[in-house]
């Protein structure tokens, strides 16, 4: 299943609600891939009366293509993990190459192509491990991955005219907000968007915002994120 696949599930969804349940007012609240199937929803004008959503809670919201979400997230991890400079350059490059030869080529790649893009890595532990991961990457033709690649959600944001919050974690190093905010208030402007210090990709009050971190945090969501939704959906017009 792809995200293209949540989404039909999400709109099947949302018209039992409509059509069956008699609600009449039905919104989406997403996080992180779950964002970016709510613009999906929002952005869908073919699919019959009940499809579109009144309203769109987006948390941590990806406003450009999935292949640059994980590469980012591979170089913000690279580094919390004290990481040579240079070695994370190096494996960047040579994922965002990868990424683009995967998204051309489908399960059609070969994973040999990672040699030639590796060619002038020097011989470390460190690299061998690096080129091992990417080929690893290379070989996997899961069709989420493959999809997620290659799409960007940010015609379904743009072409989406509900009321929109949008919601950003300070701390977050999986969908991080220097990234995807200052686009996600370009493509649309009458959305509320809003960047809580502190938090990371859970909303959590956090230190480092590392994944390994979630865990160890007794927090579940931040109160005052869950009272901004509440909020949202009771008090702004829909």
Not at 55 to 77: E, P
Not at 154 to 167: K, M, N, Q, R, Y
Not at 169 to 188: H, T
Request: aromatic share 8%; net charge negative.
């Amino acid at each position: 299943a792809t995200t293209e696949d949540f989404a039909r599930d999400a709109k099947t969804a949302m018209e039992y609600l409509r059509k069956e349940m008699k609600f009449k007012n039905v919104g989406i609240l997403g996080h992180s891939e779950g964002a970016t199937i709510a613009f999906m929803s929002g952005a869908d004008n073919n699919s019959g009366l009940f499809s579109n959503p009144n309203f769109i809670i987006a948390i941590g919201a990806q406003t450009v293509r999935g292949d640059s979400i994980l590469i980012d997230q591979s170089a913000t991890m690279l580094k919390q993990g004290n990481m040579p400079a240079d070695i994370v350059s190096d494996y960047v490059e040579a994922l965002r190459k990868m990424y683009e030869l995967k998204i051309r080529e489908g399960n059609n790649m070969a994973v040999d192509s990672i040699e030639a893009i590796c060619a002038n890595w020097e011989n470390t532990p460190v690299h061998t491990s690096l080129k091992a991961n990417l080929k690893k990457i290379a070989a996997d033709n899961n069709p989420w991955l493959n999809f997620y690649i290659g799409f960007s959600p940010a015609e379904s944001i743009a072409e989406t005219d509900c009321p929109v919050f949008v919601l950003y974690g300070e701390k977050d190093i999986q969908v991080r907000p220097e990234l995807n905010m200052l686009q996600m208030q370009r493509l649309a402007p009458k959305a509320t968007v809003k960047l809580y210090p502190g938090l990371n990709h859970l909303f959590q009050h956090a230190q480092t915002g590392a994944i390994q971190e979630y865990g160890t945090i007794e927090e579940t969501i931040s109160p005052e994120v869950l009272q901004d939704i509440v909020d949202f959906i009771f008090f702004k017009p829909h």
